[in-house]
């Protein structure tokens, strides 16, 4: 059973920030659950997916965040706390209707839950989701520690009930991802009963039709809802201030930027020179609460990742009390003392209000930061990233690499969001020339596709994964088909989200909750409609090859192969070993074989080791999977195989 | 081992390694051993993207009373697990001080620029050498090498848990091990994780 439904009131645990957004859930008796997979969001629905048969939850994970949100507001609609969750760029994807959403308003409390990634530290962007409250006009909550992380969640339900609007509750990685001790509060014993009234006066928010339209009536009611928010935000016990009565300076602050600043303070000693403002309540900003703060000093410093969305608000409302507070001198993402790009840290902290009071500060004595750093630079090699030992995208990558070398006309592949992301690097062949959001590879290829007329004649492939090409990739299919586009799409299909921790998807039999569903067969829909379709197993690399030589050689229409292999990281494979690998090394003449090391120089898996003093390569029996895919790259033999289901204990 | 005081607060350990080598969970463990003791733990981890090849690492920070910001300051590191040995300096560089103890595996994984020959991977008597220029107390284990002795090199990861308990600055046991452990991995694999972290406990005290 998961400790995080232990009805264990005033027990202090140690959760990461994503469980405590569960437990706060949990607390405030969550119904309906739904979200689409991305790191660093992932384990806010796969926790509650573990407890949704105990906790009487229905949980999915979803085709894509729109249909996560959609899911989740029909529970709000019939009556039931609902929530979803996504990654920063998910908000994106569900954004359309999500304007919607917050013109018809909700039913029972919802609450979205996107999880930012400062820094990029698992995504191929920093965007940022404060925005889009603010755009579709709903409240904006940042919890500033994990205890709050759970508290607020809770809040958030109930706000939302409050103001019959969804609310936002945005975490970062570093809140997400990090953990710290929480206290339970209690689990409610719930009874509820799902139904969705529509048959009352049309305009009745809790029995009429659930539209954005008429707009005007609609949108003037959901100005009210935003003037509430702000009415209930001046008193909200998640807005805080610890500081000194008229400070030199004062930071405000949100999300994790809190513990930063707070770090930052005690490191440099200024505890009673400097005030942190800690907000709660983003968006709206309550006001009267502002001009409490604001009219302590003449200094501010707004500390804040991403962009500088606490600091425009703050000034617009500076600007508008400027008569009665006086005019300030604001310190932050503009002026340039704090980063606009990359995660925060203490140090950046540190360092932005050293500079602002003119404090001398190191971090490090300079000696030991000298000698430090002249050892790392010489005894440090940098760790790129890479596929995982046994991966079949690698396979994949090596057999598409060189089918386009043997092609010859300059054929490149347009990629999208998932681990082959990383064919962008030498780990895959360099091989991805274009890569954007889920789904866009083919999007972008159907493009490339229909410029012909234009004397294009480039072979172009598209990869993506079998997660993908539910969410976005399908329908950039379709839109193929539909006008004729000629390309290859590729799709890397190793049965399950792989990236983010193997959730399910409509091409398994199994759903979030663990029951059995209807699978959706990639390859039946892909021939419904009307694509030319070959599978094969990209282990099997010289027919891999020559299958794609093949499709890109067709000038008509749109192509799909299948590559169909099991993630090596998978439950169903991970520890066991189909075959075990050795070197000849009679056989291995290394740089004198005139192969040029292409298996420890080129094909690079992480179990394949050059041996500098042998001068063989050797197999690292640590990290070798045994897929037995590098016996078929060593052009003399040396790389031998044999068969064994070995399972490791 | 149990009743160690904390000789700061909060105290900053960190565990680095490279993805797949069970920081996470080691991690994990030892926080929840930290908070059984009734100390305040905020752990900081970079996992993701790092975990395919790329250094990963785990911040802790421990204190009787409050929770501290996920990322350890620039030179605040008052212990190091590198479950991975070039790991150790690459932290050193950032979070080292004269006064940061290190406990080390000795087992290598190279980077893919070293598999490839672009890059060099530095012995194991320039890493030592290194360590103990930038340290005050510096342990190196065969961890993952006494854990394929015990059937799986993942081992070594709770190898190095024990030897940090064993070198004897935080309130660590092996029972407050066992019941943290009770409920994360399955009954038929605590015999061999209780094995692991008292070999590793003796490992340091030799």
Redesign the interface.
């Known amino acids: 059973m998961s400790?995080l439904i232990d009805n264990n009131e005033g027990a202090?645990?140690?959760l990461m920030g994503n469980e405590s957004i569960v437990r706060g859930a949990l607390e405030a008796g969550v119904k309906v659950a739904a979200g689409y997979p991305g790191?660093?969001s992932s384990e806010i629905i796969e926790s509650l997916s573990k407890v949704g048969k105990e906790m009487d939850i229905y949980v999915e994970w979803s085709v894509n965040e729109k249909v996560a949100m959609e899911v989740a507001a029909a529970g709000s609609f019939a009556g039931l706390r609902s929530l979803c969750a996504m990654k920063q760029n998910g908000v994106n994807v569900a954004s359309d209707f999500l304007l919607h959403l917050a013109g018809s308003g909700t039913r029972a409390g919802m609450v979205i839950v996107p999880c930012d990634d400062p820094g990029a530290?698992?995504s191929v962007n920093e965007g940022e989701s404060r925005y889009f409250a603010r755009l579709v006009e709903i409240p904006l909550l940042e919890p500033g520690?994990?205890?709050e992380a759970k508290d607020m969640a809770k809040w958030a339900f109930e706000l939302s009930e409050e103001l019959r609007q969804i609310v936002m509750l945005r975490s970062v990685?570093?809140m997400s991802?990090?953990?710290?001790?929480v206290v339970f509060g209690k689990l409610p014993v719930s009874d509820v009963h799902a139904e969705f009234k529509c048959d009352g006066f049309v305009l009745d928010p809790m029995e009429g039709i659930m539209t954005s339209a008429p707009v005007d009536y609609r949108h003037t009611q959901q100005q009210e809802k935003l003037n509430k928010a702000r009415e209930i935000f001046e008193d909200c016990p998640f807005n805080t201030y610890d500081g000194p009565d008229s400070p030199e300076l004062l930071i405000i602050t949100s999300s994790?930027c809190t513990?930063?600043s707070?770090?930052a303070i005690s490191?440099l000693g200024l505890k009673d020179r400097v005030g942190l403002l800690k907000l709660g309540t983003t968006w709206p900003l309550p006001p009267k609460l502002l001009k409490k703060y604001l009219s302590m000093t003449d200094r501010i410093m707004i500390v804040e990742e991403v962009l500088p969305f606490l600091e425009e608000n703050v000034k617009i409302l500076a600007a508008e009390m400027a008569p009665e507070i006086g005019v300030k001198t604001f310190y932050g993402k503009n002026d340039g003392k704090i980063p606009m790009v990359g995660e925060l840290?203490?140090?950046i902290v540190?360092n932005a209000i050293a500079q602002t009071l003119g404090i001398d500060y190191k971090?490090?004595?300079d000696e030991?930061?000298n000698?430090?750093?002249g050892?790392?630079m010489?005894?440090?090699?940098?760790?790129?990233?890479?596929?995982?030992p046994g991966c079949p995208h690698r396979a994949s990558f090596w057999s598409i690499h060189n089918a386009l070398e043997l092609d010859g006309r300059k054929g490149f592949v347009c990629g999208d969001i998932g681990?082959y992301t990383?064919a962008i690097l030498?780990?895959g062949f360099s091989s991805l020339k274009t890569t954007h959001s889920m789904g866009s590879g083919t999007g972008i290829a159907s493009g490339f596709g229909k410029l012909g007329g234009f004397g294009f004649d480039q072979p172009i492939l598209s990869v993506c994964g079998d997660s993908t090409f539910f969410h976005t990739g399908i329908s950039a299919l379709v839109n193929a088909v539909h006008h004729s586009s000629n390309f290859t799409m590729v799709i890397l299909d190793n049965s399950g989200t792989a990236m983010t921790g193997f959730q399910p998807h409509p091409g398994l039999k199994v759903n979030a909750l663990g029951d059995e569903v209807p699978s959706i067969d990639i390859e039946e829909v892909c021939r419904a409609l009307g694509a030319r379709v070959e599978v094969r197993d990209p282990f099997d690399l010289e027919e891999t090859r020559k299958t794609i030589n093949q499709l890109i050689e067709d000038k008509q229409g749109v192509n799909v192969l299948i590559l169909r292999q099991i993630c090596a990281l998978s439950p169903e494979k991970k520890g066991k070993k189909k075959y075990e690998m050795t070197i000849d090394e009679e056989i291995c003449l290394g740089e004198n074989c005139g192969c040029n090391?292409v298996c420890?120089?080129i094909f690079?898996c992480?179990g394949?080791?050059?041996d500098?003093e042998k001068e063989v390569t050797r197999i690292?029996e640590?990290?070798c999977t045994g897929c037995g895919v590098c016996a078929d790259i060593c052009p003399a033999g040396a790389i031998k195989k044999s068969s064994v289901l070995k399972e490791?204990? | 081992m149990g009743n160690i005081q904390l000789s700061k607060d909060p105290y900053n350990i960190i565990i680095t390694g490279v993805g797949g080598q069970g920081n996470v969970m080691a991690s994990r463990v030892l926080a929840n051993m930290l908070v059984k003791k009734g100390y305040c733990v905020t752990i900081g981890e970079s996992f993701g993207a790092s975990q395919r090849g790329g250094s990963v690492m785990s911040h802790l920070r421990v204190s009787r009373s409050s929770i501290w910001s996920p990322q350890i300051p620039r030179g605040r590191a008052d212990v190091v697990i590198a479950l991975e040995p070039v790991e150790a300096i690459r932290v050193l560089k950032d979070y080292g001080n004269p006064e940061v103890k290190i406990l080390s595996n000795t087992r290598a994984i190279s980077p893919v620029g070293v598999i490839a020959g672009e890059l060099d991977y530095p012995s194991m008597e320039e890493i030592k050498k290194s360590v103990k220029e930038l340290a005050s107390d510096v342990w190196f284990i065969d961890a993952t090498d006494e854990g394929l002795r015990l059937g799986n090199p993942i081992l070594g990861n709770i190898i190095m848990l024990g030897a940090l308990s064993g070198v004897g600055v935080l309130p660590m046991d092996r029972e407050g091990f066992k019941g943290v452990i009770s409920r994360s991995i399955p009954e038929d694999k605590i015999d061999i994780n209780l094995k692991a972290y008292d070999m590793g406990e003796q490992m340091v005290r030799v």
């Open positions: 400790y202090r645990y140690l790191t660093p530290l698992s520690d994990f205890q990685t570093r991802h990090a953990s710290g001790n994790a513990l930063y707070r770090e490191i840290n203490p140090d540190v971090a490090m004595p030991y930061a000698k430090a750093q050892v790392a010489a005894g440090t090699p940098s760790r790129e990233l890479t596929f995982c681990c990383l030498p780990c090391r420890t120089r690079r992480p394949l080791v050059w500098k690292d640590v990290i490791v204990a």
